[in-house]
């Protein structure tokens, strides 16, 4: 089978002596859909509570108006989809598709900077229904200028904080917990290669933002069951950081807490780092107690920015990325493919014509010589018809993925910024952890060589030749 787990840095599986792992989303698999539009109805719940009109509870969760990777502009309520150079290549303002002369008039030459304070991305699955219910506050907003509703940048900011009370005061978690069946995916093969990994000396940790309550009910639930060399997960796990305050676990010097796993008490921790749960604590001496250097460590976890993005700025360990929407989206660009080679062979009968009209159009101009706009016309004519052959092509292109904003990794024909970041400081993604857990322990991932700009059209002019 062709693996999916995808290269952009050397990595040799067979020099990693610890593995670790970001609990939700990535070791534990979550039914994304199901949990977001819980989480969007405490947080309409909660937004009712402190004032918003009673007529907001009727907002239906509407799962396809949000992918990861999007950007908040907070104070304009607008969601935008960038290119890999930050460039603005879709937008929203809430849920309605902004046309391109309005996007120019708000956002005439700007390149998003996402230090900006009043930019936001979408950086994790749990971000989902944030950005589908601001979306809507601000279509309410709009559409009832009579209701009491704040500026769009204090929705933004109350939306975001009635998601984490939901998260601290147990609102969505109780609920997960007695219905695990429906919030949570279990997956066998899961577990066989992490015992298969164990057995080749690779030590597995854990860290996790979850309170330890909360990641016992899960591994208890989605590992033990499925173990056949362990007990349960506190023999195969090396060390579990719950409470890991990430990314600040990265950069921070925040101490470690030892957690008795019997009922969950902590105690202070005066010894170095060995074998059991533990809450809080930092990179460093995480990798000090345990005689590690960063290169020696490979850590997977789903959020691009609290797992990968801030790990590679600030230590040397190696990263994986889940990104869980490819599992749809690979199936689904299949399923384009014969579309995007129509595309691809109408654009290359396309480009010649291009070059040639721009040549003749240019002498025109520097020679004062109108000889050849009989040639010019027919060269316009052909273009526009292919124009009108492509056109309908790349519409349904784009209709077989996301309806609202398309491909996850793709802003037209460019990278997304979420694939910039993907491809920066991923040194591997796929769409499981049961695609890298499903290969060799000793598996050697080498990065392909990718041609530049120039060494691409020099190829394609030596093909022409040849």
Known sequence: MKSRVFTNRTLNLRKIKYIGLDMDHTLVKYNTQEFEALAHKCMKEKLINRGYPDIIGELPFEFEQAIRGLVIDEARGNLLKLSRHGAIR????????????TQQQIYTGTYVDLGDPNFSAIDTAFSISVAVLYSQLVDYKLKNPSLEFPEHKTMFNDVVDVLDESHRDGSIKNVVAKNLDKYILKNEKVVEGLERFVRHDKKIFIVTNSDFHYTKLLLDYAVSPFLKDHKSWMDLFFIVITFS?????????????????????????????????????????FEADLELKGEDILYVGDHIYGDIVRLKKDCNWRTALVVEELDDELKKMEHAKPLQDQIRALMEDKEPLEFELVDLISKKIED???SKDEKIEALQSQISELDKKISPLIKQQASIFNHHWGEVM??????????????????????NLADLL?????????????????????????????
């Open 90 to 101: 879709a937008s929203r303002h809430g849920t309605k598709r902004m046309d391109f002369q």
């Open 245 to 285: 305050q990430k990314p600040r676990f990265f950069f921070d010097n925040l101490r470690f807490l030892k957690v008795d796993p019997k009922d969950g008490s902590m105690t202070n921790m005066e010894e170095k780092l060995t074998a059991g749960i533990y809450q809080g604590g930092c990179a460093d001496v």
């Open 368 to 370: 004062s010589d109108n």
């Open 410 to 431: 793709r802003a037209g024909n460019e990278e997304s910024y979420f694939a910039h970041q993907v491809d920066r400081f991923a040194d591997i993604y796929m769409p």
């Open 438 to 466: 499903s290969l060799s322990p000793r598996t050697y991932f080498r990065a392909k060589r990718r041609p530049l700009a120039h060494e691409l059209a020099l190829s394609l002019v030596l093909d022409e030749e040849t």
